[in-house]
């Protein structure tokens, strides 16, 4: 991934992470997150293209624990464009990511979504990606709350 491609990952992931689709994706999914992990993990922000065109990324991250011998990868994001699905688009691009992450020094890559989304599991499945754990997402809405009403009227008085 180059920094001229930033705005385009970004329009990718608006047009993929779907309120529909995968609601957790589509509430988390910003430019700052594109532009966090670009300047932090660069080598590990990967990006396909057919005939000039970005078709896909990758972006990751290494994890590594203080006190332990495992470095981890970690697939933050992935996506690739309804227009080429099914081409290997996504398969190339998590075995280059793989690749990034051995060459750092992983040894073991990590990857979440959402646990109804049938399609992404079956694709990391076919990837290799195993012993699924369940992982629940919660929210709370902070604008029932009395410390949001007044806060919020405090940093309206300023
Ligand atoms: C999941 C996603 C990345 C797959 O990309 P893709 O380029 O269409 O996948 P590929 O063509 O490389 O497929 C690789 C393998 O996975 C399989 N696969 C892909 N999508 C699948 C699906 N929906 N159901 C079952 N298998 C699937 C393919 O059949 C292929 O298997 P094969 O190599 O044995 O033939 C893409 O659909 C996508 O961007 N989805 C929305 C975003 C998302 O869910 N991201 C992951 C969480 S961040």
């Not at 957790?24 to 300047?39: A, G, H, K, N, P």
């Not at 970690?74 to 996506?79: D, N, Q, R, T």
């Not at 060459?103 to 694709?123: H, I, N, P, S």
Request: charged residues 30%.
């Amino acid at each position: 991934m180059e920094i001229e491609d930033i705005p385009a990952v970004f329009a990718l992931g608006e047009r993929v992470f779907t309120v529909d689709d995968s609601p957790t994706l589509y509430r988390t999914w910003d430019e700052y997150q594109v532009v966090d992990l670009f300047s932090s993990d660069g080598e590990t922000c990967l990006v396909a293209e057919l005939d000039g065109k970005l078709v896909g990324f990758a972006l990751g991250t290494m994890i590594n624990k203080r006190k332990s011998s495992w470095v981890y990868g970690y697939l933050i994001w992935l996506a690739v464009s309804p227009d080429v699905a099914g081409r290997g688009v996504g398969r190339e691009l998590v075995e280059s990511l793989n690749e990034a992450f051995i060459e750092l020094g992983a040894r073991m890559v990590l990857v979440d979504t959402d646990a109804d989304k049938e399609d992404a599991l079956r694709f990391f499945e076919k990837m290799g990606f195993g012993h699924p754990s369940e992982h629940v997402y919660l929210s709370l809405n902070l604008t029932g709350r009395p410390e949001y009403r007044r806060i919020r009227a405090r940093r309206d008085r300023r």
